[in-house]
């Protein structure tokens, strides 16, 4: 089963192609940590009955309920955040859970899944995550879905950079239509485009072709004529990626730049009370201002 890229978008707008973890290389990876749990679980329950006869019927059975959830939930959760993503099974078939944004997975995330995984794999066989995993588009399991998560490989290929504008072919791919332009389709015109230089001239001719009749039905209006396919298949991508890269430039918030330099902005102190202390008792007389008048000189006669 060929492993297909996965456009990703990570939180700075950057398109990431991801390969997705597909699932026979998940099952043989969850096989692997469905046996280490089971060997750690059974040496655990063979050291309880061993170690624990002392202690009462209730004691007893708390301790392996205690032991049997840290066993089948703790593992995942402690190896995925340790590791970032990576339990013994992952380790060995080269995968890694990461968010659906591509950033590392998290300790909530881990433990979204791994107690969705003590549900899917242990009380219901596995059956719920081999379902959700056929029918989802990213191979998720109900514990990625609830999580945030898919599960990557990072053994499968290396991508190559897209292609390069051809400065001959800038104009028509300004004005082209791609909204009909397939995922698939767009896909092997790049795996086509990284490998020409491996193939036989005649067959890359072909190969050229077909590929590029492919994607001049999806498109419109049509290259101009006598151009070579290899052209029009990189004008086609190059422009396409262009695209994307814009759409996510507009739809990211940018903070303002801080105006440095700039005095700071103060509000106005509030006005100042009407009363400045508690209210007056009973008997009390408000007292009577100093006379100011000029015809007695400023002098108040006694009362």
């Given amino acids: 089963m060929v492993v297909q890229p996965e456009p990703l978008v990570t939180g700075d707008a950057v398109v990431l192609d991801v390969q997705i973890a597909q699932l026979p290389i998940r099952a043989v990876s969850a096989f692997i940590d469905l046996t280490v749990v089971f060997i750690v679980y059974v040496l655990g329950v063979v050291l309880w009955a061993v170690t624990l006869t002392d202690l009462d019927t209730a004691a007893s059975a708390a301790i392996l309920i205690l032991f049997t959830v840290l066993t089948t939930v703790g593992y995942p959760v402690v190896f995925e955040t340790a590791t970032r993503g990576r339990s013994l099974g992952k380790m060995a078939m080269g995968l890694r859970v990461v968010s659906d944004d591509g950033g590392p997975e998290r300790f909530r995330q881990a433990l979204f899944r791994g107690l969705s995984g003590f549900v899917e794999f242990w ?48 104009w028509w791919a300004s004005s082209l239509q791609l909204s009909g332009l397939a995922p698939e389709t767009a896909e092997r015109a790049r795996q086509f485009l990284s490998r020409a230089t491996q193939l036989d001239p005649a067959m890359r001719d072909q190969i050229a072709y077909r590929v590029c009749s492919e994607v001049v039905a999806q498109i419109s209006p049509p290259p101009p004529p006598g151009t070579p396919p290899q052209l029009v298949l990189a004008a086609v991508l190059a422009e396409r990626h262009r695209r994307e890269l814009a759409r996510l430039q507009r739809s990211t918030p940018v903070a303002p730049p801080p105006q440095w330099g700039s005095a700071p902005v103060q509000s106005p102190p509030p006005p100042p009370s009407p009363q400045w202390g508690p209210p007056p008792g009973p008997g009390y007389q408000q007292p009577v201002a100093p006379s100011t008048s000029t015809d007695s000189g400023g002098f108040t006669p006694p009362s």
């Fill in 123 to 170: 009380i219901l066989a596995g059956a719920p995550a081999v379902i959700c995993s056929m029918v989802s588009a990213k191979g998720k399991r109900v514990g990625d879905v609830f999580a945030g998560t898919m599960v990557i490989s990072e053994r499968a290929p290396k991508l190559g950079p897209p292609p390069q504008m051809p400065a001959s072919m800038a």
